[in-house]
């Protein structure tokens, strides 16, 4: 009796031991979990709830089965660096420590701990995974494909569509394909990543599109929180927070939570800390952050959606500028970009591109990013030629196809992106430019503070004779004489024109564009016509510095 007595009371020690270091690990978790293919990861619970660790997700028990008839190690070994090769040549990261990682691993939760209990709609619509790869290594491709089947709960993926974009190799493809839900198509010539993604897209069956770069590692719950805001509003284009995965040792990092996609007039991409304004506004670190432009690689986009916007813009060739059209177009054509701090995705960022460019590295980003230019800058294009000068006179082919896309989804102009989306994006310091505005022999003048008229030019020297001023200040986008501006007084043929107090936000001051521009010379001339008409040689107002 006394046995069992002391018997049970050493067993409910060491289950009180136990309990106490079990609770003890879990409020610890947020800070040192780790996430591997038999490591916790829970969808979300009640909030205040614990997550379960050590506790798989079902989908993830046997993580060999995921595979099915694919052969992993026959593909690995396939394809192996040469004694004395050098690791970085072929990808511009360590191959050697890549493949020595293997296909899966633990990675750190790097989520804020509160992302793991948040929850998230049972009945989520699945979606398309599309990853277009060029001479991607075996080993990161796999890691990626795999930490997508053992992350993602099995019915949000409905399938994985690799879009081999005519590598040197096409057993990589066909093997490949041998993985469950995994289909890969191989391009039967170098396309680039933009086209290679508008095929993937077309042959996807799921109504919502997830793209990613192929060499990725995707964390702990990463997909549901970019399918719930994408559900909950179609025209949302989300992305997660990009970690990184180091290219020399493979160590996976955790980025910082507070950074956004920005740009400067060159369209150099960059990421930037979110405006303090908004910081401070933040009280939950779960919360959306809008971005003015995504990094490009990894985001989740509703099918029709991205079809009704155009997809992308197919004449851009292999790399880069792809993420501003898209950007510029979601924000300006009324959708929105955002960054989700739950979702979190590692991302092998280099420093070179691993890859040839059939016409050159810099003349494709040159044509890629001034066709996003041309269609989408309007008078902004300015400030990209002026930080970029090389780009001028350089072909980037015709854009009427976009215009009339713009035209037709009736989109918002830059403008209203610059005043809405970025206004932390400075506009560079203008120099006034000092001219006159001549017609043939005549010159658009002043007389007082208001009156208009067209008078002999009095030299270009002349600032100011008798109250009559000649001399224009154009100032983008405004013709000012002092604090006063021209003006049309309606946008119709024939208004008058006048001069009013300067205002950059008044459209009928802005000299928009050259369109804008004649708009407002036109009516000016339908209007001084009536008194001189016989003066007047040509309809065309050139301004003379
Ligand atoms: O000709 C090509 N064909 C391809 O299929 C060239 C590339 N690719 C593939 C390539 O194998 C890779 O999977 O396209 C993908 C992207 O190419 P990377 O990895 O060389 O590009 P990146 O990571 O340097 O570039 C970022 O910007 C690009 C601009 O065109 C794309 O939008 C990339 O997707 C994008 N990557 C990311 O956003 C991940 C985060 C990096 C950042 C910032
Ligand atoms: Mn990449």
């Known amino acids: 009796m006394r046995r069992i007595r002391a018997n049970a009371i050493a067993i409910l020690t060491v289950a009180w031991i136990l309990g106490t270091f079990y609770y003890l690990w879990q409020d610890n978790k947020p800070q040192s979990s780790s996430l591997s293919s038999s490591a916790s990861q829970t969808r979300g619970r009640g909030h205040g709830q614990k997550v379960v660790p050590g506790r798989q997700p079902p989908w993830a028990e046997q993580p060999g089965q995921l595979l099915g008839a694919f052969d992993e190690k026959a593909y690995l070994a396939g394809k192996q660096l040469k004694p004395g090769d050098d690791p970085y040549r072929d990808h511009a990261f360590n191959l050697q420590e890549s493949d020595r990682l293997g296909s899966e691993r633990a990675i750190r939760d790097t989520r804020h701990y509160r992302c793991a209990s948040l929850n998230y709609d049972t009945d989520l619509p699945s979606t398309s995974i599309i990853i277009t790869f060029h001479n991607e290594a075996r080993s990161t491709l796999l890691r990626t494909i795999k930490s997508v089947l053992m992350r993602s709960p099995p019915s949000l993926i409905q399938e994985i569509i690799l879009i081999d974009d005519f590598s040197s190799d096409p057993e990589d493809c066909q093997l490949l394909s041998q993985i469950p839900k995994v289909r890969c198509l191989r391009n039967a010539r170098r396309e680039g990543l933009i086209r290679s993604r508008v095929r993937g897209a077309n042959t996807a069956s799921a109504s919502i599109l997830t793209f990613l770069d192929s060499h990725c590692e ?50 150099h991409f960059k990421w930037e800390q979110i405006p303090i304004e908004q910081k401070m506004a933040r009280s939950d670190p779960t919360q959306a952050i809008r971005t003015p432009v995504i990094a490009g690689g990894i985001f989740v986009m509703d099918k029709s959606w991205f079809n009704h916007l155009g997809q992308y813009d197919t004449h ?230």
């Not at 995707?218 to 995965?245: C, F, G, Y």
């Open 316 to 545: 851009m060739d292999i790399w880069g500028g792809e993420n501003f059209e898209l950007s510029f177009r979601v924000w300006m054509c009324g959708g929105s970009l955002e960054i989700l701090p739950c979702s979190r995705v590692g991302h092998v960022f280099r420093k070179r591109h691993p890859y040839d460019f059939p016409e050159g590295n810099a003349l494709t980003y040159i044509k890629n990013t001034r066709r996003a230019a041309e269609v989408w800058m309007d008078e902004f294009k300015q400030y990209y030629y002026s930080a970029r000068p090389s780009a001028q006179g350089k072909a980037f082919g015709s854009i009427a196809d976009r215009l009339t896309l713009r035209r037709k989804l009736n989109c918002k102009p830059f403008r209203w992106y610059m005043e809405n989306v970025y206004p932390e994006l400075r506009v560079p310091e203008q120099e006034a430019v000092s001219s006159v505005l001549k017609q043939g022999g005549l010159c658009l003048e002043t007389r007082g503070t208001d009156t208009l008229g067209l008078a002999e030019c009095r030299g270009i020297g002349a600032i100011s004779f008798f109250c009559i001023l000649q001399r224009w200040e154009l100032i983008e986008p405004l013709l000012r004489q002092q604090d006063l501006c021209l003006a049309i007084s309606a946008f119709t043929a024939g208004s008058k024109v006048k001069m009013e107090t300067c205002n950059t936000k008044e459209p009928r001051q802005v000299r928009r564009n050259s369109d804008y521009f004649f708009q407002m010379i036109i009516s000016f001339w339908n209007h001084l016509s009536l008194m001189c008409h016989s003066h007047v040689e040509s309809q065309t107002w050139k301004i003379w510095r």
């Open 218 to 267: 995707v964390n702990a719950d990463w997909l549901q929180p970019m399918i719930q805001r994408v559900k909950e509003d179609h025209t949302r284009v989300v992305s997660p927070i990009i970690d990184v995965i180091s290219l020399d040792n493979f160590a996976y990092l955790a980025a910082s939570a507070d950074l956004r996609g920005g740009f400067d007039w060159s369209l």
